[in-house]
């Protein structure tokens, strides 16, 4: 015996479609319709009507194996044979995040193509990947945050046996998983939820249209529609974070905020399973409210994004000055990133015409990740070029030392760590013609802004742009990659293997820097890290009396003397008191 | 040598005419321009012109004799004589407030007829008014909230100068003054301040249309025009306490909440002047984080208006069920906006369509007011019925009783101290003809869903609608009036004498109650307040061995013995351990 539930408070009358049979659905309380079925059962497919008009998939379809317009299927999760009872996540203090996309990772594009480099990752010394949302959206292609089946694993990656396994070899490869949720909008595509119910409202607006209703009439259930959408992959799919996608569209007044009611209820599935859970946003409001413990007023999310510190990294490292890039550029606002997270924590912000942001005090530099590179600030560019395809090698290696020593958590962008040559670009795979459009029109329009000719952007719905995204793995075998894999190796052991690289201090981060010689020094309690942006060779004086060890540069030549270490021109190295 | 100066970062070319004639201003930084001028002074007219648009008043004009159409005019605030140099507020947990209109509590409607009322206030024992918005608004009358002129109090009520002798009066006389300021909308006629700047945002709605912009490009400097404006009334105007308007409607998703804002440089201003300064905001919101400090992510506003302890007391005494007010009704509620403030406080309301609030830890019950009526809840109604209209004298007497026993800060509306036969309707007098046909036409829609017949509900803009919400101050001199007032005297000065009355502890509030036989007991402390709500005399057991005497009783045939007290049907009494 299956109950079938729907939540759909307008509706007058509901029916399920189930294997082809409509059966009438008997209205509960508070919008909820049910119906208990002996026939309905694993593999089932199903749909609802809505006073006559339909089938709709189910918005908390677990399965949508015929895309996101198709009927729903019944899945029992119970029937996976899971095989890592033992597993435990390791902490995010601890972490070097891998973010990758699932449809392009691999040459399969697929959950098990993620699995089958599961050898590399491990050899790299990855302790979590982050996979780019997996819901269901419209197409066979995309980024994935125009989803609308949120409970539905997306079918061409492998549906949710798929991600089942993918989770589960993970585990049993040492590597935590973090999965991307969209919690912000729905994709424009095959979102049914208005048809159902007050998921959304016109009170307030987000970039992508009308807001999701987490705080007006109604809205209790709309809320356990994402919190309960949080609790399943954790639950059913094992998943060991969430990230949440911008989080600053999620706007909610009312007195208990979305993110701080769903970290009390994944702190409360922590406290029941014992498992270490742990969520992390991505939030360009430069609040440490966000990761502040509930007991002082903040929404108790484990660790933010922060993009200030990519922002003063890839200024510095290509002298960019486009927009959002513009409010940065200096080796103060890196130094600031470094020592004190936020570059603007109150400054104005002439990108964004105002004063920005508060200090982040009392807050371990762990509650925040650090990146040289993400899908965004790849793929939002016209052309989606990594940073090695803008700086060269030697430089762009120069910035990865900084990642990797910085009191944050560390996290790459796949194929990162090997420089790889191919774009990580925006693609589309939209069905509805009008739609693909006017995606393709509005990305040309936005980058002609720009000065961009139209035709050298990348079309999105052509699915060679989706194709020359994925990264050619065979380039590993030569060089420049061969060593920028192994400066990576080295990068990864290193905090790996000293303890003070992720104890989160900020107190304890000390840097010197000379704008107009361009080098950059920080000390960590034992470690300091040495910087030359410049083209040219640079003596760095260091007069401390400590004796130091080399343990890594990106690039021979590093002269050490005990008062003085000379770096070629876009050099780092590490050293360590000896 | 004056210096005229004016933020209005979207014009090319902005003029100032000044006596009747044109100069140009200068361009300075972030959008403002200027003007030093030897001919401008104190009572100089002037207005702005932008890019050949205008003439405009200024946005921050502080004075608007010709209403909000015309012209502005300059005010030197240092020629004003204060003689309240040695005047210090009382704190708010001793305030007894009353809520006055200034259009209509004195027979004049001017801020000297509010003086010329002194007397009576002094009498009956308040320490704080609080004056309904006195910027200015369009038209001679109206309540206020429409008001454009932000920084120029309302020339019909006295402008400026009328302002100051009032509350320099008030303070002569030991009366602290609260003004009621709108920061979260402006009223629809004569608002040009989107001529000057992006004042306003299409990113969130308000019920008045869009909302402020307090968190997109060039909001810093309209954050500013509201905290300047506050700063003023408590600097220029010798303002003691604001009241802020429907804090709930201003949106703000920036790191620091424009509330946080505005209490921070309140708390500034304190500091440096050795004033007691406050700030009250009205908020729906029910959530604590309006009033707790600063330092634990609060907002750091010093008490809020709790509607819920209006709704509980109001249902109780008129079996009302309509709106909002179906949401309340039980002595449990009722018993619990005494014991915990909020009655929602993760409840579900029917009337939200969703849970709403969240309680109230460890913060004093003098952070929040509690009242029998106010303007709202009175002018709301389709009749601005006052609750001594609903229900009969002594039902009346009896619900103020709680109001004065409970841990919150009492506040009165003009002329319920003597149970005022005057409604309190809603008037206005905009000049626009159709805002102003479309206010009547609003407002009879709003109603008529409430089964109300369009001609029974006053217009709001026919002149007799205001004159007819003038107390009737002749009545004083009569009964049931005369014993009304002595009533509420006699509550007041058991509140002001004593102590444990305004402790704001809620940990000391002890209820029982009974729904069938409607009473309810409240000890608080040494203080005992029995309420019989149903029309039937009742006996009501005190098995605890105290002793006490009956203080005060809203009638006649109250019996007290040691282990009971019976009381007539619609009484209130109030005893105390002897």
Chains 1, 2 share one sequence.
Not at 279 to 285: P, Q, T
Not at 411 to 428: D, K, L, V
Request: with cysteine; hydrophobic share 35%.
């Amino acid at each position: 015996m299956t109950v079938i539930r729907v939540w759909a408070p307008y509706a007058k009358e509901v029916q399920v479609i189930l294997d082809g049979t409509s059966y009438p659905m008997l209205s509960t309380r508070h919008g909820w319709w049910m119906l208990d079925s002996p026939l309905a059962g694993h593999g089932s497919d199903y749909a609802f009507v809505l006073d006559g008009s339909g089938p709709l998939p189910d918005p908390r379809s677990p399965w949508q194996p015929y895309g996101v317009h198709g009927f729903s299927r019944m899945l029992d999760h119970s029937l996976f044979s899971w095989t890592d009872d033992r597993w435990q996540a390791p902490p995010l203090s601890s972490a070097v995040i891998y973010e990758l996309h699932t449809g392009t990772f691999s040459p399969q594009g697929t959950f098990q193509g993620v699995a089958q480099k599961l050898d590399h990752l491990v050899d790299l010394g990855i302790t979590h990947i982050e996979l780019m949302p997996v819901n269901s959206f419209s197409g066979t292609h995309g980024w994935g945050y125009d989803g609308v089946g949120l409970f539905a694993p997306h079918e061409p990656y492998g549906g949710p046996a798929g991600l089942k396994e993918l989770v589960d070899e993970c585990h049993a490869r040492g590597i935590a998983v973090i999965l991307d949720v969209v919690y912000n909008h729905l994709g424009p595509e095959g979102n049914y939820l208005d048809r159902f119910g007050p998921y959304f409202t016109n009170r307030y607006s987000s970039p992508w249209g009308n807001a999701v209703n987490l705080d007006g009439p109604g809205s209790d259930e709309v809320r356990r529609f994402f919190i309960e959408n949080a609790l399943m992959w954790l639950k059913d799919y094992h998943m060991d974070v969430l990230r949440l996608d911008a989080v600053h569209a999620i706007i909610d007044t009312s007195s208990v905020h979305f993110l701080e009611e769903l970290s009390q209820e994944v702190e409360m599935l922590q406290a029941r399973t014992g498992r270490h859970l742990a969520l992390i946003a991505e939030s360009n409001l430069n609040n440490p409210r966000i990761v502040q413990p509930r007991e002082i007023g903040g929404y108790g999310i484990d660790a933010q994004w922060n993009d200030d510190f990519h922002h003063a990294l890839h200024t510095v490292l290509t002298g960019e000055k486009n927009g959002y890039y513009g409010d940065f550029g200096t080796l103060s606002d890196l130094a600031q990133a470094m020592e004190e997270i936020f570059v603007y924590s109150g400054r104005y912000s002439a990108f964004r015409g105002r004063k920005h942001g508060r200090p982040v005090r009392g807050v371990s530099g762990n509650k925040f990740l650090a990146y040289l590179q993400n899908h965004d600030q790849i793929g939002n560019r016209a052309r989606g070029e990594r940073l090695n395809h803008l700086v060269d090698t030697g430089r762009f290696m120069l910035g990865s030392a900084l990642v990797f020593a910085s009191a944050c958590i560390p996290m790459i962008f796949q194929g990162e760590e090997w420089a790889a040559s191919s774009p990580f670009q925006y693609f589309t795979d939209h069905q509805d013609e009008e739609l693909g459009k006017a995606v393709v029109t509005g990305r040309r329009e936005e980058f002609a802004a720009f000065g961009w000719d139209p035709g050298d952007i990348p079309d999105p719905q052509d699915p060679a742009t989706f194709e020359r995204s994925k990264p050619l793995w065979e380039e590993l075998e030569h060089e420049p990659h061969t060593s920028v894999l192994a400066w990576y190796k080295g990068l990864i052991r290193l905090r790996r293997e000293l303890p003070v690289l992720k104890d989160g201090s900020l107190s304890q981060i000390l840097i010197s820097y000379h704008e107009e010689e361009q080098w950059l020094a920080m000390n960590r309690g034992p470690v300091m890290v040495v910087c030359n942006f410049s083209r040219h060779s640079r003596r760095i004086g260091i007069y401390d009396g400590q004796k130091r060890e080399v343990l890594l540069t990106s690039r021979s030549g590093v002269v050490y003397r005990e008062d003085s270490i000379t770096l070629p021109g876009e050099t780092a190295a590490i050293l360590l008191q000896s």
